[in-house]
């Protein structure tokens, strides 16, 4: 122990190693566990695997042990709640949980271990946490010196920004208002700018000390590729080049397609499973079992899949549908390399993920406020899709974090070849407005026709052979055309309306059409011929 070493911190140490079997703690852990542990308040954002839990539990032996009483620690997740106390207890400390998984009888059992004090950690839902009934039994602990200290896990629920927003956590200002002597450590994984202000605020946290550790993964390998006609194909060739036997997580967006793909995998040879929340509850169950339990499967799931699954020798995370944000991709490509060995995050991205992602935030429900938001949180992923720099770069500045080229993404081991699509987006630009000029909108698959002067039965019909724009674009293939009208979705200057996703410009286009807004694009991927032939065609 160094001779500067703050008075407690042995005490820390000795509880790491007689608890925990560990025998040195990680990253900031140390630093959190004296500021919680001496009665400071704490913000904690540790990507996920980084080791949150310890930074509550080894504050809580340790004020329990100086005859401070009960820790509560409020938690969404109730198998998370179930696996801690399991842990907890067989390691010797005395913890419980109040959830509605437990009878009345139990739950009055739990409720008088923490009455008296023995108990050393409780966790409840948020929902039981703000009762008025708990929050009686909690004045009558501090009343009595016998409440140490709250910690809030997965904080990034208080927030409308966080991917995960539950009302129940707005009630948690109240711990600061009724209790304000109180230490409380709130911990995320998740917390960009955005979310980690809204955390302080709602939680009144501003005089927490805020921690941030690195959220850099660095051996996971990010690459997003772009979609081709059949991207189910390309998945397949990554995971039999890649993968071929080890443990991945699929992801798609609709339980639907999650069923499709898991099954043409398996009649690919590749031992898949579906996980979607529509799935009975027992199948589901199993299907998790056997994806921890096993070796080598792929679980094709929709994001009702990874919340709390802890296993460590996953391979790779594939996309076959965009996430919703940065946050989200973040989240579930994690899920990949937990051991620390070299895993992969696989993406492909393409014209209609814009689109549908673009049009979901549209249609919902949500006010304008939050939906600006939203879309926020879109464009920061969409240009992390179509960077041409490094991936991780552009996700670690995301979280606030600098870094330089990693050398370990697509992008820093291929350096993708760019050109300049200003031209090109110029001319695109100008047909919708050719269209528009006619009091006429179409989609994608026309307006390209148009630019590459194809002759089809509708630019028949709708005399488009005769617009200045027509064929002024047949140096380019459909692909690159896909990819030049993508970015400019991405870049907000075109919009894809309606049921038929019909085109139209932005106001922002004007700056395209001017030719003050240089467009740079990735050079398209040269089609590689397919392995092997898909079944049945
Ligand atoms: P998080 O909640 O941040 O996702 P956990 O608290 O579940 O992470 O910890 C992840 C894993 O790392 C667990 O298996 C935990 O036991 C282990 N771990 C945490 N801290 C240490 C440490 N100081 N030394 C060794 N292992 C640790
Ligand atoms: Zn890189």
């Known amino acids: 122990?160094?001779?500067?070493?703050?008075?407690?911190?042995?005490?820390?140490?000795?509880?790491?190693?007689?608890?925990?079997?560990?025998?040195?703690?990680?990253?900031?852990?140390?630093?959190?566990?004296?500021?919680?542990?001496?009665g400071g308040d704490a913000l904690v954002l540790m990507p996920t695997g980084g080791g949150k839990s310890l930074c509550y539990q080894v504050p809580a032996i340790l004020r329990h042990g100086r005859g401070q009483g009960v820790a509560i620690v409020v938690s969404p997740l109730i198998a998370l709640m179930h696996d801690?106390?399991?842990?907890?207890?067989?390691?010797?400390?005395?913890?419980?949980?109040?959830?509605?998984?437990?009878?009345g009888e139990e739950a009055s059992r739990v409720e008088r271990e923490m009455m008296s004090g023995r108990l050393t950690l409780l966790y409840a839902a948020p929902e039981r946490l703000t009762t008025p009934r708990?929050?009686?039994?909690?004045?009558?602990?501090?009343?009595?010196?016998?409440?140490?200290?709250?910690?809030?896990d997965e904080a990034h629920c208080v927030s409308q920004w966080g991917h995960d927003f539950r009302s129940e956590y707005l009630q948690l200002s109240l711990l600061h208002e009724r209790f304000p002597e109180v230490p409380r450590i709130a911990l995320t994984a998740t917390a960009d700018e955005l979310t980690r202000r809204d955390i302080i605020e709602r939680l009144q946290l501003q005089d927490a000390r805020v921690f941030i550790s690195s959220f850099d993964r660095p051996n996971i390998r990010y690459l997003i590729v772009e979609k081709n006609?059949?991207?189910?194909?390309?998945?397949?060739?990554?995971?039999?080049?890649?993968?071929?036997?080890?443990?991945?997580?699929v992801y798609c967006q609709s339980r639907k397609k999650v069923e499709e793909t898991a099954e043409w995998l398996q009649s690919e040879g590749i031992n898949a499973l579906p996980y979607h929340a529509g799935l009975d509850a027992d199948l589901r169950r199993r299907h998790q079992d056997r994806f921890l339990r096993e070796d080598g499967l792929v679980m094709v799931a929709t994001i009702a899949f990874g919340m709390g699954i802890d296993k460590p020798d996953v391979r790779f995370v594939a996309h076959l549908d965009l996430p919703k944000n940065i946050e989200a991709?973040?989240?579930?490509?994690?899920?990949?390399?937990?051991?620390?060995?070299?895993?992969?995050?696989?993406?492909?991205?393409?014209?209609?993920?814009?689109?549908?992602?673009r049009r979901m935030i549209d249609e919902s429900p949500a006010d304008e406020v939050f939906k600006q938001g939203q879309r926020g949180k879109l464009d920061a992923l969409l240009a992390l899709c179509e960077a041409t720099d490094c991936r991780r770069v552009r996700l670690l500045s995301y979280f606030g974090e600098m870094s330089t080229a990693c050398g370990n993404c697509d992008?820093?081991?291929?350096?993708?070849?760019?050109?300049?699509?200003?031209?090109?987006?110029?001319?695109?630009?100008?047909?919708?407005?050719?269209?528009?000029?006619?009091?006429q909108s179409f989609g994608a698959g026309h307006l390209i026709d148009v630019?590459?002067?194809?002759?089809?039965?509708?630019?028949?019909?709708?005399?488009?052979?005769?617009?200045?724009?027509?064929?002024?674009?047949a140096d380019l293939s459909e692909q690159q055309w896909r990819a030049v009208l993508r970015q400019l979705i991405a870049l907000g200057h075109v919009a894809a309306e309606g049921e038929f996703?019909?085109?139209?410009?932005?106001?922002?286009?004007?700056?395209?059409?001017?030719?003050?807004?240089?467009?740079r694009l990735r050079e398209a991927e040269e089609k590689k011929p397919r392995s092997r032939m898909a079944r049945g065609s």
């Open 451 to 473: 630019l590459r002067g194809k002759v089809t039965d509708k630019t028949r019909q709708h005399g488009h052979d005769k617009l200045s724009t027509w064929g002024v674009g």
């Open 84 to 103: 801690q106390v399991g842990a907890l207890e067989e390691a010797g400390v005395h913890a419980a949980f109040l959830n509605s998984s437990l009878t």
């Open 229 to 249: 006609s059949s991207p189910r194909e390309q998945l397949l060739r990554f995971v039999r080049d890649e993968h071929e036997g080890e443990a991945g997580v």
């Open 134 to 152: 708990f929050l009686g039994q909690l004045e009558s602990l501090r009343e009595r010196g016998l409440l140490s200290m709250f910690a809030i």
């Open 501 to 519: 996703n019909t085109l139209a410009l932005q106001d922002s286009a004007r700056a395209v059409l001017k030719g003050e807004v240089e467009v």
């Open 411 to 439: 992008n820093c081991l291929n350096p993708p070849a760019t050109w300049d699509a200003t031209e090109a987006a110029r001319k695109l630009l100008s047909c919708i407005y050719r269209f528009h000029q006619r009091g």
């Open 329 to 357: 991709y973040y989240q579930e490509t994690g899920r990949a390399g937990r051991d620390g060995a070299p895993a992969e995050a696989w993406m492909t991205y393409g014209l209609a993920d814009v689109v549908n992602q």
């Open 1 to 38: 122990m160094p001779p500067s070493a703050p008075p407690h911190a042995d005490d820390a140490l000795r509880v790491l190693s007689d608890v925990f079997g560990y025998t040195a703690f990680r990253g900031q852990q140390a630093d959190i566990v004296e500021q919680v542990a001496d």
